[in-house]
């Protein structure tokens, strides 16, 4: 099944009323109102505009005024919340959900009033009226305010700017830029150092992939956008930013779990008392942490959400997935704010049931760390204590192979375009420098990265065996962190236990024996970074971000490759990316 389908199925996440195709009998809905329903269903970017003209014929004909209108359609937004049970809908409802709920009951009532008066001859006359409009202004002029157009609508309209030949194009930029941006702003971040980068690298197909991903309302924060901006950063072809990267750089399948979404977790599960916990004092945060811990982990989450998790899980096909937190403050280009929330590995190895089980459970462990005492001292130190931090959530398969019983990526990797260690090392600051390990990544965020990974600088290979160590370079590494696919666990394992069903990743890797009194076999990465097309993917891709970025950046991602006759291919999935300097094994 296509995404889009399942999406298209669940068309109400985007609104948290309810999912009932037509309000009942107190818009007087009548046969010939449903007919009215049907025939605009046929156009679903014009329908818009059609219900427009409507209202205006029904103004201008006395049928009603359009302050009747409004009235009118405001009291029967209140009855539908009634009905929906919200007793007390000024705290029950925020004031979007409100709007949204308005929209769609002034929909459907001018549907009824039109079809009651006017019948639906005089509808197939402003239905091709607005087609014949389309065709002559749909290329050209923007005839709507994008802040408040409808998602199609935007979508529609930067699709046809998109198409235009260049000499076209230039005449409506200006457009094409404003709708870009208030897409940006809907689905990724209203920060306008985010949005001064994005709106100049993403194209309208580009917002539709996140779009299409994205289930429920409000963002996909600040981590999720990070990674979609670095990984389409590096596949711009643009001769002024070097050689083309697009063959190479991917990022994994990932399905967005939208900002909104802790808020209906939260009043579903009657846990509203927790939002204002970053006003209390830090003791009484600590106090009460695991009472919200407890509280989340045995929360219900919202029916619609567990129907389309259903879905996401149907397309990994049995893949280990990691669960992210992607708050709106993580990866901001003016502060990182990373390593503050949770993640979550599932290998999803067992009954559907189970691992859907585990993947709601995955989605409560990071709500509740949204109200982790240590992120909110950090938000504090940067004065962000007052900011609506809502959690977004990340759910995307690993990237790794199987090999015998075991699943694991060949490489997880940290790489940064300026060097911290640059002066030590002898090595060049600006061409940046890498850590690498094999397998599942812990190490890259815990104090003990530095045991069993490598840190290289890209403009120089390693030194030999017999040279004196840098301080640059880190113990080999002899253990492995993998999912058992027999157990559904994650283990720690020597490398010894897998390095016989790599094909021949040993020989990319790279083993060497340690010193005799602890004969253990180790990865060194030697013919790894000894190969020079690595190395310059890895630059020109650390490089090329800085550029666009114009500050130093932090990329986290996997590698995989494959052997070909000139050597391994090497393919790049991005995870992470965000700006400023940190300390490499601090996060």
Known sequence: MEIRDWEIKSLHLQSPISSQPMPTAPLRSTTPAIDVYVKLAQYPILSDRIRLRMREELFQRGVISKTDFEQEVKELAME???????HDPVSQEDESAWQRRLEIIRDYHTDALFANNLGSSLLDQLVEEMRNQQVATSKLELTFNPEVAPWALLFQQGENYDALPPPEQEKIKHHLEEIKVVLIKRLMSDQLPFIAVAKNVFSIRDLRWVYERLIGRGKIGGKASGMVLAWRILQLNRAELGPDLRPYVHVPETFFVGSELIYEFLYL???????????????????????IVAACMAGELPDFLVDNLQEVLKQFHGRPFIVRSSSLLEDHLDYAFAGKYATVFCPNQGTAAQNLADLGNAIRRIYASTFNP????????????????????MVQPLIGERHGRYFF???????????PFHAEAGARKEDGCLRLVWGFADRLSSEAAGQESCIIALNQTRQQPDAPESQLMQANQQTIKVVNLETNQFEMIPITAVIEHMDGAQGLMGTAVTAPGNPTP?????????????????????????IIYDKPVELEFTLSFENTPTGPRYQLYILQCHTGQSVIGNR
């Open 80 to 86: 539908s919340q009634r009905r929906e049970g919200l």
């Open 269 to 291: 599960n009657r846990m509203e008392r927790f939002v204002n916990q970053k006003y209390l004092p830090d003791a009484e945060r600590q106090a009460q942490y695991p009472e």
């Open 374 to 393: 240590n992120a909110m001292r950090e938000r504090e130190k940067f004065g962000l204590i007052d900011y609506d931090e809502r959690m977004a959530i």
């Open 409 to 419: 990526p060949t490489i997880v990797g940290a790489g940064w375009s300026e060097n």
């Open 522 to 546: 180790a990865i060194t990465f030697n013919p790894l970074y000894q190969d020079a097309r690595f190395i310059k993917l890895m630059r020109h891709a650390l490089n090329r971000l800085q």
